[in-house]
């Protein structure tokens, strides 16, 4: 199994910025990619980033490109997600992932951050 833990969210007005962090432990090393999703009250959870473990390879959807970033600190087993030029429309609970495929294809989640971006 794998176990992630979320920090960093928060409130902050709109064209603000937060970095939200997730520590990963156990099973780390079977891990093929982690990333963000988020879901906001009465909606369904949305991918935000996803990173490679091994090559740090990211992607974005066009909703957050040029204003979030995730980076990997894979000697601490580590992920980040920095978020510049917030909008309300970012507010929601923040999820961080992983995905390992062996010996099958299972996602394991944090418990979730809050991110509130006021108007």
């Known amino acids: 199994q794998v176990q992630l833990v979320e920090s960093g969210g928060g409130l902050v007005q709109a064209g603000g910025s937060l970095r939200l962090s997730c520590a990963a432990s156990?099973?780390?090393?079977?891990?093929?990619?982690m990333g963000w999703f988020r879901q906001a009250p009465g909606k369904e959870r949305e991918i935000v980033a996803t990173?490679?473990?091994?090559?740090?390879?990211?992607a974005y959807p066009n909703s957050v490109k040029g204003r979030f970033t995730i980076s990997r600190d894979t000697a601490k087993n580590m992920v980040h997600l920095q978020m510049n030029s917030l909008k309300p429309e970012d507010t929601a609970v923040y999820y961080c992932?992983?995905?390992?495929?062996?010996?099958?294809?299972?996602?394991?989640w944090g418990q979730g951050t809050q991110v509130t971006v006021s108007s």
């Open positions: 156990g099973r780390t090393s079977d891990v093929l990619t």
């Open positions: 992932n992983a995905r390992i495929i062996v010996p099958t294809p299972t996602d394991y």
């Open positions: 990173i490679t473990w091994s090559g740090g390879r990211t």
